[in-house]
């Protein structure tokens, strides 16, 4: 039987430099489910190490967040794509519970809402971007979220078709402002969100999330 049709979906991981968090996180992949690891020019042996774990390795060699998903997403085979990041922050075992309402029809996106588990889990800074660009989003769209995080579920062909063009941070926002304005039905969920393992490229200091929350605003624009 082709495996598109036997499996519940793909999960895809875009990846830099994040070979001491891969191992936990290729093996908290659910059942039904296929890692797709999305390298976005590691030189640590990221892609080699996912390899080397049974995950399926594609290669996006323009650096950016939203290039690496965009290749997770067109390289994906299954109906159901869940998005999460690959630095152990997120346990990418609950995208099974975060598509439930996608796979039952009763939503046709569900974001993780982010809850903190440890001490550093989530910086003040990252934390205050996050809820300013949710204020703005709320009074773009009218869609009442509470976070933007990376973890989240969809239907591949919808999600191609919306056409999505940000490579860069803005792509996770860019996401929910399209599906809002085609009157998508979007709901979050709580996560456990814990410490990354290494350093965060994006909102590890201030200066990765302001870039995080320009390359979003322009979105919002």
């Given amino acids: 039987m082709n495996k598109a049709r036997t499996q519940q979906g793909n999960l895809v991981l875009p990846?830099?430099?994040?070979?001491?968090?891969?191992?936990?996180?290729?093996?908290?992949?659910?059942?039904?489910?296929?890692?797709?690891?999305?390298?976005?020019?590691?030189?640590?042996?990221?892609?080699?190490?996912?390899?080397?774990?049974?995950?399926?390795?594609?290669?996006?060699?323009?650096?950016?967040?939203?290039?690496?998903?965009?290749?997770?997403?067109?390289?994906?085979?299954?109906?159901?794509?869940?998005?999460?990041?690959?630095?152990g922050s997120l346990d990418p075992d609950a995208a099974q519970r975060i598509a439930g309402p996608v796979r039952e029809g009763t939503a046709d996106l569900v974001l993780a809402r982010r809850r903190p588990t440890g001490r550093?889990?989530?910086?003040?800074?990252?934390?205050?971007?996050?809820?300013?660009?949710s204020r703005m989003m709320r009074r773009r769209t009218g869609v009442r979220?509470?976070?933007?995080?990376?973890?989240?579920?969809?239907?591949?062909?919808?999600?191609?078709?919306?056409?999505l063009t940000d490579r860069?941070?803005?792509?996770?926002?860019?996401?929910?402002?399209?599906?809002?304005?085609?009157?998508?039905?979007?709901r979050e969920t709580w996560v456990a969100y814990r410490p990354r393992a290494g350093r965060s490229k994006v909102t590890g200091t201030w200066r990765g999330t302001w870039q995080a929350v320009r390359d979003m605003r322009a979105v919002l624009r």
């Fill in 120 to 133: 550093g889990a989530w910086p003040l800074h990252a934390r205050a971007g996050n809820l300013a660009l």
């Fill in 145 to 163: 979220l509470h976070d933007l995080g990376p973890l989240r579920v969809a239907r591949r062909e919808e999600l191609l078709g919306l056409g």
């Fill in 168 to 186: 860069r941070s803005g792509y996770p926002l860019e996401m929910v402002v399209r599906a809002a304005d085609a009157g998508w039905r979007i």
């Fill in 15 to 87: 990846c830099l430099d994040e070979a001491a968090a891969l191992p936990w996180v290729l093996a908290r992949i659910p059942d039904g489910w296929s890692a797709i690891v999305v390298d976005n020019g590691s030189t640590d042996g990221s892609a080699e190490l996912a390899r080397q774990l049974g995950a399926r390795v594609v290669h996006e060699p323009h650096r950016g967040f939203g290039a690496a998903c965009h290749t997770g997403l067109l390289a994906a085979d299954a109906e159901l794509i869940a998005f999460c990041d690959c630095d």
